[in-house]
């Protein structure tokens, strides 16, 4: 479980390619909590920091996992000098600063640390603090959460609750952007792709989205994110040969399910990139 504050960068652009972040817009005006639904590598949580980043608003953010405790959002006593104290969590300092709350994968947490939160989003934004006395905190005005899921066939990954998926009626659906716009998020984190490469781009952008397709209706057990057609390129301006990196990027991460699967991607590449 990571647990972090977040200060945004505006060097870092996203590319709206769906209009996500004039809907986040209109929700935090409205006052209404946000979740992203969509695969790994659709740049849910790039979407997220830029909105944090348009908004001027400080970004504190927890990743979730099996290892999330409510300590983690809430706060525990410590013993220091012999005094005991309350310190924070995540939760309880974003509501009192009013801070915009990022719950990233949502759906891998614990049911107890669900029925937690779900205390906080309810329409009174407050959260009783039992391991502080019975301290009540209510949330800022301006406090705003928006969570992320992956889909259900994600390792780890657990059907949210009916009642907290209430708490976000606004609900934005990322899928991976059409092969132009992967081309332009890829040349916005490689530089210096040259004309005699950008043809092999395009193919290992069409390799991704044919995995993808397979992977989406089971006939392959792994669907690449964008990350790996940006890796691709990256290696690519190595001088290492096109269909070289696409087995390096693309076909051995697929070893792991055997040679079959292997095999599978390796005649993809071959038909796309050749022998």
């Known amino acids: 479980m990571r647990v972090k ?6 060097a870092e652009i996203y590319l709206d390619w ?23 590598g659709t740049g849910k949580t790039s979407l997220v920091r830029q909105f944090a980043s348009n908004m001027n608003k400080e970004l504190q953010s927890v990743n979730f996992s099996l290892r999330t405790r409510e300590s983690h959002l809430i706060g525990s006593k410590t013993l220091d000098k012999g005094e005991i ?29 669900l029925l937690r939160l779900d205390e906080a989003l309810d329409d009174r934004r407050q959260v009783v603090l039992k391991e502080a006395d019975g301290q009540v905190i209510t ?16 390792v780890g990954t657990k059907e949210l609750p009916p009642q907290l998926l209430s708490r976000f009626p606004v609900r934005i659906r990322l899928e991976y952007p059409p092969e ?16 005699s490469k950008l043809d092999d781009v395009k193919r290992a952008i069409k390799l991704s989205k044919s995995l993808r397709d397979a992977a989406a209706v089971e006939e392959l057990y792994y669907s690449p994110s964008i ?6 390129t990256r290696l690519l301006n190595t001088g290492i ?3 070289k990196a696409a087995e390096i990027v693309f076909a051995n991460a697929y070893d792991q399910w055997g040679e079959v699967e292997f095999r ?8 796309i990139f050749g022998d």
């Open 5 to 10: 504050p977040i200060v945004c960068d505006m």
């Open 18 to 40: 769906n209009d996500s972040l004039d809907v986040l817009t209109r929700a935090y005006s409205a006052g209404l909590f946000t979740i992203i639904i969509g695969p790994k």
């Open 85 to 113: 104290n309350f310190v924070e969590g995540i939760l309880v300092k974003s509501m009192k600063d009013g801070s915009l709350l990022y719950l990233d994968e949502l759906n891998a947490a614990e049911a107890d640390v």
């Open 139 to 154: 949330a800022r005005e301006d406090w705003s959460v928006i969570a992320t899921i992956n889909p259900l066939s994600h």
């Open 180 to 195: 132009n716009v992967e081309l332009e998020i890829i040349m916005r984190h490689v530089s210096n792709i040259g004309d």
């Open 227 to 232: 990350r790996e057609t940006i890796a691709f």
């Open 241 to 243: 040969l096109p269909k």
């Open 264 to 271: 599978k991607v390796m005649d993809m590449i071959i038909s």
